[in-house]
């Protein structure tokens, strides 16, 4: 009896553990979704009506994601992910993956800036 339940707990944990993750991400592109069809509902209703649509009604769906922010995020996650393996005493180099991905959004970025420096002067 006391077997059995032993085994649902890992059981458990790898269901859970890998469903969450897919669920999460299933979450936000169910509420993106909705929320542009919303936006497109309410241009064409304007159009029908004969009304204009504002331009700025559809300025936040394609919104740019800043390579600044999301390249200082992966970089600090891997290395705290470096950090934490080397101090369990596993390899702690996969923790670089993440660090390298950050570190080429920053390059990225600081190209694009002081490409629009340029431009702009």
Do not use: C
């Not at 890992?10 to 999460?24: K, R, S």
């Not at 169910?30 to 504002?54: H, M, S």
């Amino acid at each position: 009896m006391y077997q059995s339940v032993e085994l649902l707990v890992p059981l458990f944990g790898i269901v859970f553990g890998t469903l969450m993750p897919i669920l999460i991400v299933w979450l936000i592109l169910r509420f993106r979704g909705e929320r542009n069809r919303l936006i497109y509902d309410t241009a064409v209703k304007l159009a029908e009506k004969g009304q204009p649509v504002p331009p700025e009604l559809f300025s936040n769906i394609n919104q740019p994601s800043s390579d600044l922010r999301r390249g200082l995020v992966l970089a600090l996650v891997g290395m705290a992910i470096s950090i934490s393996l080397y101090e369990v005493g596993v390899p702690w180099t996969f923790g670089l993956i993440p660090a390298f991905a950050g570190l080429g959004y920053l390059v990225v970025w600081w190209i694009e800036r002081s490409q629009q420096a340029k431009s702009a002067s």
